[in-house]
């Protein structure tokens, strides 16, 4: 397990854009599956963006595709959501997520075991 803390939430303008981050702790970073959820009032949580161990996948929600983009920074031990034309439907507390070398089902929030505590985004329109 990894600890996580998410950072970069705020207050935006539709259209407008932020890049959040999630740091995490231990030396085997590089080996983790890093996912980004989010949860927004009254919905249950869903998936957001996946980057694997290797960092040459990456996968998307179909309603964020083209707009967020994930990356990650091994040397730092931080995984990046940049997100950008954000519209009022992206308010939610978005959560930064691990698991050890996880290749499949990355999309479902029961595969992680390691979670941060949230950050808040919302978009104004």
């Known amino acids: 397990q990894v600890q996580l803390v998410e950072s970069g939430g705020g207050l935006v303008q539709a259209g407008g854009s932020l890049r959040l981050s999630c740091a995490a702790s231990g030396r085997t970073f590089s080996s983790y599956t890093m996912g980004w959820f989010r949860q927004a009032p009254g919905k249950e949580r869903e998936f957001v963006a996946a980057?694997?161990?290797?960092?040459?996948?990456?996968d998307y929600a179909d309603s964020v595709k083209g707009r967020f983009t994930i990356s990650r920074d091994n040397a730092k031990n931080t995984v990046y959501l940049q997100m950008n034309s954000l519209e009022p439907e992206d308010t939610a507390v978005y959560y930064c997520?691990?698991?050890?070398?996880?290749?499949?089902?990355?999309?479902?929030?029961?595969?992680?075991?390691?979670w941060g505590q949230g950050t808040q985004v919302t978009v104004s329109s």
């Open positions: 980057i694997r161990w290797s960092g040459g996948n990456t």
């Open positions: 997520a691990a698991k050890l070398r996880l290749a499949y089902g990355v999309r479902y929030d029961y595969r992680y075991d390691s």
